[in-house]
């Protein structure tokens, strides 16, 4: 998987476009403007990676984070935020989130999370392939 499907979900255009623009001519990039347009797209086409703000209007990231993790725990999600606490990466961190990426954020720190999601999902694939070798062959026996 060198492609990965990215969904970004921010209220504010510039980094949504910034995440964009830095990722489009590697992954497949679709965005959202809100929690509940990024959830609904989501369940027509399950990411690999999700960049969330924590901070937006009406649904704030971190509710937006606990049900992408009820539909399918293994999208992985990278907060992205203004507002650099460390108790929020902390506490994102342990709900589940692979990262946490502070605005205006760097190009590298973007690709190492992508780079990191990705290596996430190989090893989630080659662990079922793994489990469906050892049924097959506890199946023959």
């Known amino acids: 998987?060198?492609?990965?499907?990215?969904?970004?979900?921010?209220d504010e255009a510039g980094p949504r476009e910034s995440l964009r623009m830095i990722l489009k001519d590697r992954h497949r990039v679709r965005t959202a403007e809100n929690g509940p347009q990024g959830l609904e797209m989501i369940r027509q086409q399950k990411p690999d990676l999700v960049f969330l703000d924590?901070?937006?209007?009406?649904?704030?990231?971190?509710?937006?984070?606990q049900r992408i993790k009820?539909?399918?725990?293994?999208?992985?999600?990278?907060?992205?935020?203004?507002?650099a606490a460390v108790e929020t990466a902390q506490a994102?961190?342990?709900?589940?989130?692979?990262?946490y990426l502070s605005k205006p954020f760097a190009v590298s720190d973007v690709l190492?999370?992508?780079?990191?999601?990705l290596e996430r999902c190989r090893r989630?694939?080659?662990q079922r392939a793994m489990i469906?070798?050892?049924r097959q062959i506890s199946a023959a026996t």
Not at 54 to 65: L, N, Q, S
Not at 70 to 83: K, L, N, Q, R, S
Not at 112 to 117: G, Y
Request: proline share 4%; hydrophobic share 50%.
């Open 132 to 134: 469906e070798q050892v």
């Open 54 to 65: 924590i901070r937006m209007p009406g649904m704030d990231g971190v509710e937006v984070m």
């Open 124 to 126: 989630r694939a080659d």
């Open 112 to 117: 190492d999370i992508v780079e990191r999601a």
């Open 92 to 99: 994102a961190v342990r709900q589940g989130a692979l990262d």
């Open 70 to 83: 009820a539909f399918d725990p293994d999208i992985e999600v990278a907060i992205i935020t203004a507002y």
């Open 1 to 10: 998987m060198d492609q990965a499907d990215i969904l970004v979900i921010d």
